[in-house]
């Protein structure tokens, strides 16, 4: 794994988020670990003493970032690496239009990852260095009729840190984003999705990914199954029902 | 949660700028060896009362604040992480010169180039320089450096007049050599204060050059014994040595003294800023911007071993023992000959480790010292050896005795090591009574500072800090490190 010395993780309190959390202290990296749910934090910062920094905060507060940010860089000593792990995706009934399930999933999947993204990516472009990770999904690869709005948040996010990538790739900054398939989080239990991947699995593959700028599966497998899924036409997508 | 409206969005934009950092401030700075970076939020103040409120800022914020000067300290004496970096650079006017005197009074951001094309014409030269002309006075006083004639002409502390002094507390010092505070802010690293004015005494010269006199000693007995040769007769004395060398060719190198000219003009044209300037081609073709890229492909064991047999090789043949005309900036700033020579060093960048040995046992520790190089296998590519006087400054360098500068390039993994011999060395040299220079510092551990400042330094160095830096805002990578604050 790279020697990340200084990060910070949102939505760190569980799923993959709280892995990476795990392993990137445990590689002796300092990270503040961002999420509402403190008791979880504290549980984390106990696991590993000293180089995880509890930081309880709602990502829909977007107006105290731009302070939370710095002071979390100051107790921090520095910063190399922002990961947003932070995400929802509430049940949505194939027939249910629910603007409060849906407010939530853009509020919380992508207008908190551009409040804290923009954030990393000032500071990253001023100091020349840094990575910034985001957790996009597979299922930003198509609009599907089961989540409209989740899919249309991680579509989001993916374009927002395309278009990161190509400002900042000229500062030595890498931007990457991953997507990761079904894995075991506690947003997905009730999906029981089969052959899902363990978080720390994918906690160790998003760290290595986050080698090099771009977009990234998480398996070959699934580079392939999407680059032909995302080749579908519109019209073919519909009927099929994946 | 409530949407801002427009006008909301506003108010809180100002609030912003006063409960944090502007995020367009923050830059990632190095040393000079680009071997130590951090990031920090830079303001560059070009008044007084602007360095004042960048403390006021730093106090409100809980930020703390490293000085920064032209950036020439070599490892991590001038960046802070996270800190508040106040920088000089536009603290740059001279305020007063008096050509009949030779005192001038400047602000800390006027760097040496400034001092003499400011003062040579009238006949007047700075009393002491480093290497290269680009240290502004306030990192020049907060190192207090010493140049090739620091055995007979001391630090630039020592030619210092008055100076003024901002306190993080907002308390200007004016001092003088009769203040005990004069001598622990010169020398104290920007710990406790920033120089932000100073009324400088500079040197009279009659000519733009100096007579310069090479010689190519062939081992350790035949340097030192030059140097006692020259030491009471020289302005100037510097030698390079070929750390490669070994056995009988141990401490071999190229010595060079030099004197102040004489001229019977009383205006002579080497005292006109186009006879000082360096040349901007080698061989008169080659771009001297360009050079470094050259020097890089030699920028290994094996051409640096060519490199130094060679220079040795040909000062043995070519001028040894013949006396030359050379121009005052020529002579000073070799290390301005080649600009961006630092790059060579890259993407790993270099450190500078200069140790100061008393006389008695210069010679031993100095041998040693490149013994256990060679067999490390990290020779240092550029070594310089220089006499020196010791003096009363707080945080004072030099001895009765001599300094060794060596240049190591870092690789991809040989960090681990050569910290390890740089510990080994400075074992060597706190046993044979020696001392350490901030300014070049990159490996030092608090016990080595401890050793050789000695209890009673660093007591001064807290009282002071205690008065004038209650918040103990004012740090550095380096002080953090050796744990001065």
Redesign the interface.
């Known amino acids: 794994m790279a020697p990340y010395k200084h990060a910070i993780v949102i939505g760190a309190s569980s799923g993959i988020g709280a892995e990476i959390t795990r392993q990137l202290a445990s590689s002796g990296c300092r990270v503040a670990a961002v999420a509402r749910r403190i008791d979880r934090l504290e549980q984390l910062a106990e696991e590993h003493k000293g180089n995880v920094l509890p930081v309880e905060h709602d990502v829909?507060?977007y107006?105290a970032v731009?302070?939370l940010f710095?002071?979390i860089?100051?107790r921090l000593?520095?910063?190399d690496l922002v990961v947003y792990a932070a995400g929802v995706m509430p049940e949505v009934g194939l027939h249910e239009y629910c603007f409060e399930k849906d407010r939530a999933m853009v509020e919380v999947n992508f207008l908190a990852a551009i409040a804290w993204m923009n954030?990393a990516a000032?500071?990253f472009e001023?100091?020349?260095?840094g990575t910034i990770v985001a957790i996009g999904s597979v299922a930003g690869d198509r609009g599907r009729a089961g989540q409209p709005v989740y899919n249309a948040t991680k579509a989001g996010l993916t374009t927002y840190m395309e278009a990161l990538r190509n400002r900042l790739g000229s500062y030595g900054v890498r931007v990457v984003t991953v997507k990761p398939g079904p894995t075991q989080t506690e947003m997905t239990e009730k999906l029981h999705l089969k052959g899902a991947m363990a978080p720390s699995t994918a906690a160790s593959l998003i760290l290595a990914k986050s080698q090099s700028s771009g977009e990234h599966y998480l398996k070959p497998t699934h580079a392939v199954a999407f680059a032909i899924i995302r080749a579908i036409p519109s019209w073919l997508f519909q009927k099929l029902k994946i | 949660m409530a949407i801002p409206k427009a006008q909301d969005l506003a108010a809180w934009a100002a609030t912003r700028t006063r409960k944090h950092l502007e995020t367009d401030r923050i830059g990632r700075l190095s040393g000079f060896g680009f071997t130590k970076h951090a990031d920090g939020y830079v303001y560059r103040p070009s008044t007084l009362e602007e360095a004042r409120e960048v403390f006021e800022i730093a106090r409100s914020l809980k930020r703390q604040v490293v000085l920064r000067g032209a950036g020439r300290s070599y490892g991590d004496a001038n960046i802070g992480s996270e800190c508040i970096v106040l920088d000089n650079a536009r603290m740059n006017q001279i305020l007063d010169w008096n050509p009949v005197t030779g005192v001038i009074e400047a602000e800390c951001g006027v760097t040496i180039e400034d001092l003499w094309r400011h003062v040579l014409e009238d006949g007047w030269w700075p009393p002491v320089v480093s290497g290269t002309m680009y240290p502004t006075l306030g990192g020049v006083l907060a190192m207090n450096i010493h140049g090739k004639n620091n055995y007979c002409s001391g630090t630039f502390g020592e030619h210092v007049l008055e100076l003024e002094a901002l306190t993080p507390s907002g308390q200007i010092l004016i001092l003088t050599a009769k203040d005990e505070a004069f001598w622990a802010v010169i020398s104290s690293a920007g710990l406790l204060a920033m120089i932000t004015r100073v009324k400088i005494q500079m040197k009279k010269v009659h000519s733009g050059d100096l007579r310069v006199l090479p010689l190519a000693p062939a081992n350790w007995d035949e340097q030192f014994a030059i140097f006692e040769q020259f030491e009471g007769i020289a302005d100037y004395m510097v030698s390079w040595i070929d750390c490669f060398g070994s056995e009988k060719g141990a401490g071999r190198g190229a010595f060079h003294a030099a004197w102040y000219l004489d001229e019977p003009s009383e205006h002579p044209r080497t005292l006109e800023q186009s006879h000082q300037d360096l040349p901007d081609t080698i061989m008169g073709f080659w771009p001297k911007s360009m050079v470094w890229r050259l020097l890089k492909k030699f920028n290994n064991r094996l051409g640096m071993e060519f490199i130094n047999w060679s220079k040795y090789a040909s000062g043995r043949i070519l001028g040894n023992g013949k006396p030359h005309p050379q121009s005052l900036v020529g002579f000073s700033f070799l290390l301005d000959y080649v600009p961006n020579w630092r790059n060579a060093y890259l993407p790993y960048g270099f450190i500078q480790y200069q140790s100061f040995v008393p006389k008695e046992h210069a010679k031993r520790v100095f041998a040693q010292q490149i013994k256990m190089q060679q067999a490390a296998g990290l020779e240092s590519y550029l070594a310089v050896l220089k006499r020196h006087r010791p003096d009363k400054f707080l945080f004072s360098h030099a001895v009765d005795g001599y300094s060794l500068a060596l240049d190591f390039k870092i690789t991809k993994n040989n960090w681990p090591k050569l910290q390890q011999l740089c510990h080994q060395m400075n074992d060597l040299v706190l046993q044979a009574g020696g001392r350490f220079y901030f300014a070049k510092d990159s490996t030092l551990r608090p016990a080595d500072v401890r050793a050789y400042l000695g209890e009673e330094a660093l007591a001064t160095f807290s009282r002071f800090k205690a008065q004038f830096d209650p918040d103990n805002l004012l740090t550095s990578e380096l002080a953090r490190r050796v744990k001065l604050v």
Not at chain 1, 126 to 129: D, G, L
């Open positions: 829909r507060n107006y731009p302070e710095q002071q860089t100051q000593n520095g910063l954030e000032s500071r001023n100091t020349k260095h």
